[in-house]
């Protein structure tokens, strides 16, 4: 079995004064305790805020992320039942018109022509906002309030892979989403009891290639909101995962790796994740949509291939006792990139 890895309970900087990794700041808490004071290392340092959103008739995700030569925004949606997809990316080198805080909570923004995301904090409440003038060809507007509850936990680990390479990652689960994306003439409501908001919060300094996969998910199931976060290959060998489940708000760390069965010829077969030395997640995961994102300019090379689908299987306490996950609604991914 893996060691279990230190759990934080004190704010603490994610980087020294010479830029390198902290080696205090190493470990997992359930609130976000590290500040991203990420300096130095030009070209390599990585930033993003991800934002997904189940709702009941689509999923709408936006993006703002600045790779330390380039900003690179995008905005995609789903809708389930019509397996209607657009995605627009606006890919900006040097941009001031952008804001991506230290702090996991703290406002972002990015303005561009014909693309604005926006998100604000306050009273336990983000609000998000986005702006597309020209989606598939019709204006899109998100309207977004995602409650994050004071009791929730959330999960907030530094990876290291050594002193000069190394990444904070925040990831929030099943939170609470009301309000409105609107697509030309079209209107998606999301209601806080069955839309829940993921966060995907990122900064690090990044070694040219990377690979990696991750599997989530948050919704209400048989009366309880489960949440689901596993990752892979990136975290191999640190000591360190980002593997968890979330079960009302409260987080069960796993400390173990876990492993990402799948057809790299075809994507669209079923996955299989699991603990690489327990039982004690199970789990398998049936796509129903591929997302496919490719970007290749000058610098920038990445491949994505995001599936959506349904998860069905289990996942254990460290007590035994096993939380069943059927037909749970959620995306899986591979990512490679070179940047």
Known sequence: MQHVERELTERVKLCDTK????????????????????????????KWNYWCVFGEEIMFSATIS???????????????????????????????????SPQVLDPSHFRHDGMTIQSVHSQLETHLTVTVEDFDGEPLYANLQIQHPERYDSLNVVVPWNRQTFQFTGKHHTLPTSGT?????????????????????????????????????SQRSHGRIIGLNFGGHWTDGT?????????NGKMTKIHEDVLFRYNRLNYKEPWLVHTKFSDDVKLTFTP???????????????EVHQLFGYYNGYVRYPDGKKIKVMQMLGSIEEHDAKW
Request: some cysteine; glycine content about 6%.
């Open 19 to 46: 830029g390198q990794l902290n080696p205090s700041a190493i470990g997992y808490s359930r609130r976000p305790l590290v500040e991203s004071n990420l300096h130095g290392n030009f070209m390599r340092k990585k």
């Open 181 to 217: 994306v609107k697509i030309g003439s079209q209107r998606f409501e999301f209601e806080p009891d069955e839309s829940f908001a993921v966060l995907d919060y990122g900064r690090g300094v990044w070694p040219r290639n990377s690979f990696w996969n991750w599997a989530m998910a």
């Open 66 to 100: 600045h790779l330390d030569y380039a900003t690179v925004c995008f905005v995609y949606f789903l809708n389930y039942e019509t397996q209607r997809f657009h995605e627009k990316t606006v890919v900006v080198p040097f941009t001031r018109q952008l804001k991506l």
């Open 239 to 247: 000591g360190m995962t980002e593997n968890a489940f979330f079960v």
């Open 288 to 302: 129903f949509f591929e997302r496919v994102s490719k970007t290749d300019v000058r610098v920038v090379k990445s």
